[in-house]
Structures are given as structure tokens and as C-alpha cells.
């Protein structure tokens, strides 16, 4: 993740949705997953999206301000995630305290036997990255609520 240049990852996600809304698209949202995670909450700051749904990652703070935050986040972490500072329990309660001191429309949902990398679990060749990196395999109706709660959260928030 150090070799990702943040600011203009920020920059290029704000072209991509300066681009949709060119061309026809009323709402715009983004998810991201473990690194597209972090530069989620940081789109949901500066890129000029409607809402955002990062999985399993917190954005450094020099690139995001939780309180600058101003559109519907769902974020999703899993209690076994073991990634320290990044994306375990306690890095993301901390974010999430600081996004609800700041009355951002945030809900962050803890998954209990899932661990990082969790949506990988949708796949065999999924499951077996989520072994490789040393990650809990999560159950099944783990990953399966929350690929449903993240449909219903963009369905409520970017239908038109």
C-alpha cells in the first residue's frame, strides 16, 4: 500500500465522477476493498460522490478528515481482521467514533467470525487468498449479508 500515490488516486476517482455525471449518471457512488477501502472514505471526502461503502480499511489521516465528510457512508469490517492499524477492530471503531462525533450519516457494521478480505469469500480462488494472507474464512452468511446490505445501501441512496 505504500506505493500508492493517494492524492491522485483521489484525483482520478473525481475525474471518473466528474465523467458520469457528463454523461447521464444523476448519483454516483464508490466501494472499495482493503487499500480501495481507505481511498473510499477519502473519495467520500473529495471526490464529489453521493455515498461510499468502503470494506476493511481506514484512510491515513493526512489524506482524509472523518468530520469532512459530508455524504450516507456503509462501512463494513471484520471482528477477526488482524490487519493492526489499518483495518483490525479497534483501528475502525476508532474511525468510526470519530465519524459519529462528527455526525457524518455513517453505519459501520462488524462482521464477528469474518476477518479481512472477507468478500473475498464469494469464490473458491477467493477463499483461498483469504488463507494465504493469513485471514479467518468467513461464513458464508457473513459475506452474504453484507453483499445485501451493500445493495440496499446504493438502492436507497443513488436511485433517482
Not at 50 to 66: E, L, S, V
Amino acid at each position: 500500500m505504500e506505493n500508492l500515490d493517494f492524492n491522485a488516486a483521489i484525483g482520478e476517482t473525481t475525474e471518473a465522477v466528474k465523467y458520469l455525471r457528463e454523461t447521464g449518471s444523476a448519483k454516483v457512488g464508490v466501494v472499495g476493498f482493503c487499500m480501495g477501502g481507505a481511498l473510499s472514505f477519502a473519495a467520500a471526502q473529495h471526490a464529489g460522490v453521493d455515498a461510499a461503502a468502503p470494506f476493511y480499511g481506514t484512510p491515513d489521516p493526512a489524506i482524509c478528515d472523518p468530520a469532512a465528510i459530508k455524504v450516507p457512508i456503509q462501512a463494513h469490517f471484520g471482528k477477526q481482521d488482524t490487519f493492526k492499524g489499518f483495518s483490525d477492530e479497534e483501528s475502525a471503531t476508532k474511525f468510526a467514533d470519530k465519524l459519529k462525533a462528527a455526525g457524518v450519516p455513517a453505519e459501520v457494521l462488524f462482521y464477528d467470525r469474518s476477518g479481512h478480505a472477507f468478500m473475498n469469500g464469494l469464490t473458491e480462488k477467493g477463499r483461498a487468498k483469504i488463507k494465504e494472507i493469513g485471514q479467518t474464512e468467513p461464513p458464508e452468511e457473513e459475506v452474504k449479508l453484507a453483499f445485501d446490505r451493500l445493495i440496499a445501501f446504493f438502492k436507497k441512496h443513488l436511485s433517482s
